[in-house]
Structure formats: C-alpha cells, structure tokens
C-alpha cells in the first residue's frame, strides 16, 4: 500500500517530509524570483528550513505564508530591535533555562523547528546546534528537580516535538517524577508547520504525562488546513488543551478580517486562542512590527462581536525581561465615586451604578 507523504502518519513520513526541506535561497521555486546571492547573507546569519507542506500553503509570492517562512534582505538591513529582547539569557540559571517568574520556567529542549519563521524573537538561537544539547538538558532538569518552587514547567526551544519520541519520552518522564512539577506545558509550532509529526504513537506517549497542555502557534487562517485539524484532533482527543500563542504581524495578520478569521477557524480545530502577542522587539524582525494601537483595535473588534472564546488575552512582553503584560481596550471612560461610565463593544455608553450593587 503506498502511503501519501502529506496525509501520512508513520514515524518515517514526517521525517521523510522534513529531509526534502528547502535550506538555501537557491533552491527556492523558481517562480519566488528571489535574489539568490543576496539572501544567502541573511541564511548565513539566520537559518532558513522550509519543509515542502508548509511550502505548500504558499499561494504566491510576498502572501501571508510565504514572509512568515522566506528570509527578508530587511532582516539584515534593518538594524532596530535587540538580540535577546526578553533578556532571557540575563535571566538563566543554567543554559536554556529562563526562570523569571517564581513558580514556573522556560526550558528549551531542542533548538530545531520545522520551519524557521522568520519573525522569531529567539532567532539569534534557534537553528543553532549548540544551543542545546544533551549537557545542558542534563543541567536544565537538575535545576529543576533541586528549586521546588516550580511547579509548571514550560517546554520550549526550537521545538519541542521535534526531537524523537524516545527523548521526549525522557525528558517528560524525569519531569513527571518530580513531585514538585504539578503542570508540563509544551510550546511547539508542529500542529501548523508539520502536522505529520502528531502520530498515534506521539500522543500515545504525550497523554502519559498528564496533566499536560499544549501551547501552539498558528499566525493566519490558511494555516488551519485538514492536516493541522487532524493533528489538533489527536492531540484533545489524547486529553491535551490546545491553546494557541498568536503573533501580530505587519503583512500577515495585522487586519481585523483575518485575525477574526483565524481565531474562529481556531475553535472550529478545538484550538483556544491563548496569547496574541505584539512583536517582539527582536532585532532582524523589524518589518514585521505593528503600532500598539493595532492589536488593541483588533481587541475591540473581537470582544463582543463574536464569541467570547474567540478573544485571547493581547500582550506584550517587556523588552528587558520584565515579563508578559496583558493590553485591554478602554472600556471604563469615567471612575466617579458612585459609578462608573463604562462603553460596550458598540460604544453606546452606560452607567454603572457602585450603590445599586451594594
Ligand atoms: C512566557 C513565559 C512563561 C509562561 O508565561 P504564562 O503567562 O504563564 O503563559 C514562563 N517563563 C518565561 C520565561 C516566559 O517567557
Ligand atoms: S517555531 Fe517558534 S521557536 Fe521555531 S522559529 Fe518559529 S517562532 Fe521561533
């Protein structure tokens, strides 16, 4: 029986799709009329893997796919922004681990994607071989089993699900051992740029580490195909909640249309929005930064207006490392001392009386 390398589900199909990755501008399709010499200065800086599906969802040159995925000559050009923006190596006890807030840490476990989105905020990392490795796994999880204050460890890279099943399976089951770590959460971008990688035998082995949550990326509704469905399916049907960690982007999401699209098609894969990020200020991402006014116009279009599920939390996280804060829209236009005068999502305005409730 011959097995279709996109809808496949063995262990060997997502590795097979992976190996036929596009690692150099010059074997781009040719129809990209990318400037081959030029680009390979930006690969030289920051690493660029294309795996064919995600290639796939290209429909042309310059769409909201193809700048998430295609190095930019911006990226090099474009000076603004800060290598670690988050201070996240300020930050870290030992390598790959970031531990800024007192009950949870960041550890990143593999320093491969599936794809390298050009926008991201560890770009001066991911990519990088040495940026993980078995040593400073070894060290990561010591850190861990010896501060008994963390209590929900966030699995982070590159990604995560990238690394082998039997790895995983490692990691997750020292962490489990820990009696101390009440939640493991993983962040992976897989369920959208390599939905092959969610095998049975993937989530067979994920829901033994309950109580696990998933924390995944999808940046526009072209992304929400049969495939990244599939690979939600599997993943909640294995008792994991999906959540989903947005970017806003200049060119690829940053209208009100599409973000509204893409968050309800998220429900409809059982996926509930989580974060909507502003961009890091992440230096070589400069072209893909929006004004602050954008996501919170974008918030108000989407409080009210369509479910309440539909609506994620907008921050930022500070540069320097102060952490994530959450961004509202005003809807509290006066604070008097018996009331307030408070505007609902159609910016009819109200009075609500502090007595009354008493
Ligand atoms: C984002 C982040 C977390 C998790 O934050 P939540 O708001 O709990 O999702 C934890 N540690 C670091 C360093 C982070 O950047
Ligand atoms: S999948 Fe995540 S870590 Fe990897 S390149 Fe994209 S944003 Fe960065």
């Not at 070894?138 to 861990?144: A, D, H, Q």
């Not at 399976?169 to 969610?198: A, K, S």
């Amino acid at each position: 029986m011959s097995k279709n390398i996109i809808t496949g589900n063995t262990e060997a199909s997502w590795k097979q799709i992976l190996s036929q990755s596009i690692t150099r501008p010059d074997s781009l399709p040719a129809s990209f009329e990318i400037d081959g010499a030029g680009l390979s200065e930006v690969t030289a800086r920051y690493p660029m893997l294309v795996n064919p599906y995600y290639l796939g969802l290209i429909r042309q040159k310059g769409d909201a796919i193809y700048r998430q995925c295609i190095p930019d000559m911006r990226e090099i050009t474009n000076q603004a922004g800060l290598e670690d923006p988050l201070n996240e190596e300020g930050l870290s006890p030992v390598p790959g681990l970031t531990h800024r807030y007192p009950d949870r840490v960041l550890f990143l476990i593999s320093s491969r994607c599936a794809m390298y989105c050009r926008f991201c905020n560890r770009k001066r990392k991911v990519g990088r071989a040495s940026m993980v490795t078995r040593e400073t796994i070894r060290e990561g999880l010591s850190y861990i089993q010896s501060n008994k204050e963390i209590r929900d460890v966030l699995l982070s890279g590159g990604d995560p699900l990238l690394l082998g099943n039997k790895e995983l399976f490692g990691i997750l089951n020292e962490l489990r051992n820990m009696t101390h770590v009440e939640i493991i959460r993983i962040g992976t971008r897989v369920p959208c740029t390599l939905p092959q990688r969610v095998t049975p035998r993937l989530t067979n082995i994920l829901k033994k580490f309950h109580p696990l949550y998933i924390n995944t990326h999808f940046n526009h509704p072209r992304e929400i195909t049969p495939e990244a469905g599939l690979a939600c399916r599997r993943l909640v049907d294995a008792g994991i909640p999906l959540g989903c960690q947005t970017v806003l982007l200049k060119g690829v999401n940053d209208d009100m249309a599409t973000m509204k699209n893409l968050m309800r098609k998220l429900l409809t894969i059982r996926v509930r929005p989580y974060y909507l990020f502003q961009a890091d200020l992440a230096k070589g991402t400069s072209h893909f930064w929006t004004p602050l006014s954008q996501g919170l116009k974008i918030i108000s279009g989407l409080q009210g207006h369509t479910s309440g599920l539909c609506v994620p939390h907008f921050a930022i996280d500070l540069p320097g490392g102060g952490g994530k804060v959450p961004l509202l829209p005003e809807y509290v236009m006066e604070t008097k001392e018996d009331g307030l005068l408070i505007k609902n999502y159609l910016g009819e305005e109200y009075r609500y009386s502090i007595q009354e409730t008493e």
